[in-house]
Every structure is written in C-alpha cells, then in structure tokens.
C-alpha cells in the first residue's frame, strides 16, 4: 500500500511538472493530448501554451499551421528559420495578448500570420474590447497578412513594442499602430520593417505617451507611410516611395526625420510638425534627408539640430 501511494505521488509530480515545462514544442505530426514534449509535441500553438511554464518557450519543430492563440503569460513562441509556421485567422485575431501583467513579456519569432483578407488583428496586445497591461512585445522575422489591422499594442500602463525584420502587407487599416490609454506610455522600436499595400497607415502613433522611431524600414503602395496624431516619432535611414502621402503629423505630434529617402509619392509631407534632421552651424546647415518627385513635396515644418 505505501509503495502504491508513493507511485500515485510521482505520477501527480510528474503531471504537475509536465504541466509547467520551460520549453515545450508542436509539430504537424503532434496531438493536442500529447505532454507537448520534444518526443511528444502538440499539434497547436494554444494546446503547448497550456503546458507551458511563465517565461517558457514553444518551439516549433516542422512546417504546419498551428492556429490561433490567446496569450496570457510571459511566453516566447520560436520556429527557426527554415521552418514555416503558420498561423490563419480569416475569422477574429491571430495572436491576441489577454489578462497579461505589466511584468509579462511575450516574443514572437519567424511566424507567418495570415487573416486571409478577413481577419481582425494578426497580432493584438489587447482582449478584443480595451486595453491591457504588458510589459514588452517582440515581434521578430514575421509576415502578417491579410487582417484589418496588423500589430496593434494598446496598453494601460508602460509598455514596449519591438519589431524587427518584420513584413506587414495587405492590411486594411493600419500596419503597425501604437494607442496607449490612461497613464501608459508605449514606447516603440521599429527596425527593418516592410509595410506594403496598407489601406490606411502603415505606422500610427496615437496620443501624447506614444513615442519610439522608425529605422532601416522601407514602406511602399500605402495610402499613409507614417502618422503621428499627439505622439513623437524619429525617422531614420528609412526608404518611403509609391505612397499616396509619406509622412504626417496632427494634434501635437511629431516626427523628426534624418537620412530618410521621400520620393515618388502623391504627397511627400503634410503638417507643420514634421522636422528634418540638420548637422553642424544651423546658419549654414547640412541637410540629412531627400524629399523630391513627388507629386507635391510638402516641406519640412522646421528643424532640428543633431551631432
């Protein structure tokens, strides 16, 4: 009897431990009541969250579609480079961060989101209504498609926002979109970002305690490149072309600009709060960006001065 009741409290300890692994892992030969083991993954994206510890990681072994999730943890969600891993949503939102704390940090890295034209949100840091607490988001070497919105992070208290080597294409309103409520700041970083085809802007700042830059990115067939309406945005090496209208400001927002490239758009600039970056003696400044061919330039607000 001892014995046996010894064996029942390994099995229980072994369970409890399965249930909070640090890494876990899916597969398109998984099964969602597989341990979501390296020998055992899951067949989904939701199924290995449940196994997975606060601050673990899911890991993608092959390519498959691994479905939709909601995120309330600390969690990083990794497929490698040569692996796709899809996650479709033509109905609702493609990763959504919900009940998360300001201590939470979710990473998202190689994914492929697709919303097939009908889709909400491909990657939403919000409960579908308001906003939320997080502390960072990592958006990595991702592709997302296909929704009315891209990335958007909407939090309640002080956030960031990364992303890098990131395409956003097909979006019907906003590319990537930052809107913090209440005393929250969002702060942004954007690094080698593709936005194409977005049907309203491809990067919005909405609000005084919006801030971050814009870097190494290029933004092509958009109606707006990029907006900030309160926010303050620095644009930097940046390359914005074919776009109905490249970069504007309103209601108190800013974007200062510096070795970025303007040409080819319906309008170039519109508001008088979008600065361009001078160097050396402002008496005899040297300019930093090329703003030309398009079919209105706009001009510079003002400037400002950087070593």
Same mark, same amino acid.
């Given at each position: ?131 939320? =607490?997080?502390?960072?988001?990592? !958006?990595?070497?991702? $592709?997302?498609?296909?929704? /009315? %919105? *891209? @990335?958007?992070? +909407? ?93 504007? =400001?309103?209601?108190?927002?800013? !974007?200062?600009?510096? $070795?970025?490239?303007?040409? /080819? %758009? *319906? @309008?170039?600039? +519109? ?37």
């Amino acid at each position: 009897m001892k014995r046996s009741f010894c064996l029942i409290l390994l099995s229980l300890a072994a369970l409890s431990a399965q249930a909070t692994a640090l890494r876990t892992f899916v597969a398109s030969t998984g099964l969602d009541t597989n341990p979501c083991s390296r020998t055992s993954p899951c067949r989904s994206f939701a199924a290995a969250l449940v196994e997975t510890a606060p601050s673990g990681e899911i890991i993608v072994l092959d390519s498959a579609g691994y479905g939709p999730v909601t995120i309330g943890q600390s969690v990083s969600i990794i497929s490698p480079a040569s692996v796709y891993a899809g996650v479709t949503a033509s109905c609702g939102d493609g990763i959504m961060m919900s009940g998360t704390g300001q201590s939470d940090i979710v990473v998202l890295h190689g994914l492929t989101i697709n919303g097939g034209g009908t889709g909400s949100v491909g990657v939403w840091a919000g409960d579908g209504t308001t906003s939320i =607490a997080i502390g960072e988001v990592h !958006v990595e070497s991702c $592709n997302i498609a296909g929704f /009315s %919105n *891209g @990335i958007v992070v +909407s939090p309640n208290s002080d956030s960031y926002l990364f992303v890098s080597d990131t395409l956003v294409r097909g979006i019907g309103t906003y590319g990537v979109i930052a809107s913090p409520t209440g005393i929250g700041t969002a702060r942004v970083a954007v690094d080698r970002l593709r936005a194409e085809r977005i049907g309203f802007t491809a990067v919005a700042f909405f609000g005084t305690q919006a801030m971050g830059t814009v870097a190494n990115s290029l933004f092509g067939g958009n109606s707006n490149a990029i907006y900030a309406q309160g926010g303050t945005i620095d644009v930097d090496h940046c390359t914005i072309v074919q776009n109905m209208l490249g970069i504007s =400001a309103a209601m108190n927002g800013s !974007v200062r600009v510096s $070795n970025t490239v303007i040409v /080819s %758009n *319906g @309008i170039g600039l +519109s508001g008088s709060s979008v600065l361009t970056r001078i160097t050396g003696d402002p008496v005899n400044p040297v300019k930093t960006n090329t703003l030309t061919g398009n079919t209105t330039n706009g001009s510079f607000g003002g400037t400002f001065t950087a070593q």
